[in-house]
């Protein structure tokens, strides 16, 4: 299994900076995931992010927008840039780890992030 | 593409019955995987089960049962005698298989969600 921290747990900003939302893993790990929750909506993959290489993004994000990081097997960065109050969501990690004999996708607890 | 599909955005029910959650799943892919998971109010997601596309048996986890229909593209999840704890957003998701004997899986199509009240 894996256990996901993620920091902060939730922020409130003001429109126009950036929120940096970190994400440990317990474990190494080859894939990390970010995910937005908008309010009252279901969970839309933002990117996918490996170690060693650039981030994928999803239709409709840019890494101008959400830059990624991604500097070792257990750690992994989201940047919320210049933001606007429509990035107000719940922002998750998760990660693909072993669990009895599969491999399970693993959540983190995360951010909520309330822009003014 | 990939398309999950949970008609039913609200379902209310008085404890001790049982509900059904229906999961409707749209994929080119033969091999998949194909999920559940539950979000208390706290927000947090809780797996509760996964499926591969080779895997048709029907399984029962305590209060929870779940009925995968390859025929019909249908995983529903049955909550028999429920009570106000699985008061939740229920999330039904797929995913495609990279290679079903490493068992490893691609990123999440989420469904919009159930949100399940259970009455007391």
């Known amino acids: 299994s894996a256990v996901i921290s993620q920091k902060p747990s939730r922020d409130i900003c003001q429109r126009g900076t950036s929120l940096t939302i970190q994400c440990q893993v317990d474990?190494?790990?080859?894939?990390m995931f970010w995910y937005r929750q908008q309010p009252g909506q279901s969970l839309t993959l933002i990117a996918t992010?490996?170690?060693?290489?650039?981030?994928?993004?999803e239709s409709g994000f840019v890494i101008d927008k959400f830059p990624i990081s991604r500097p070792n097997l257990t750690f992994s960065t989201l940047t919320v840039s210049n933001m606007s109050p429509e990035d107000s969501s719940i922002y998750l990690c998760?990660?693909?780890?072993?669990?009895?004999?599969?491999?399970?996708?693993?959540f983190g607890p995360g951010t909520r992030l309330t822009v003014l | 593409a990939q398309k999950v599909t949970q008609a039913q955005t609200e379902i209310s029910v008085v404890e001790k019955e049982d509900v059904t959650l229906d999961c409707v799943y749209e994929?080119?892919?033969?091999?998949?995987?194909l999920f559940w998971y539950k979000q208390p109010p706290s927000g947090e997601l809780v797996f509760l089960i996964r499926?591969?596309?080779?895997?048709?048996q029907n399984e029962i986890s305590g209060r929870y049962s779940w009925n995968f229909q390859k025929s019909t593209s249908s995983f529903n999840f049955t909550i028999t005698a429920s009570q106000v704890v699985d008061s939740a957003v229920y999330f039904c998701?797929?995913?495609?298989?990279?290679?079903?004997?490493?068992?490893?899986?691609?990123?999440?199509?989420f469904g919009s969600g159930t949100q399940l009240t259970v009455l007391p």
């Open positions: 998760s990660v693909e780890a072993p669990a009895g004999g599969y491999n399970e996708q693993f």
């Open positions: 474990s190494q790990v080859t894939m």
């Open positions: 992010a490996n170690q060693g290489s650039e981030a994928t993004y």
């Open positions: 994929t080119r892919d033969t091999t998949y995987y």
């Open positions: 499926r591969n596309s080779f895997d048709e």
């Open positions: 998701a797929l995913s495609e298989a990279l290679l079903v004997t490493s068992g490893s899986a691609r990123q999440l199509t």
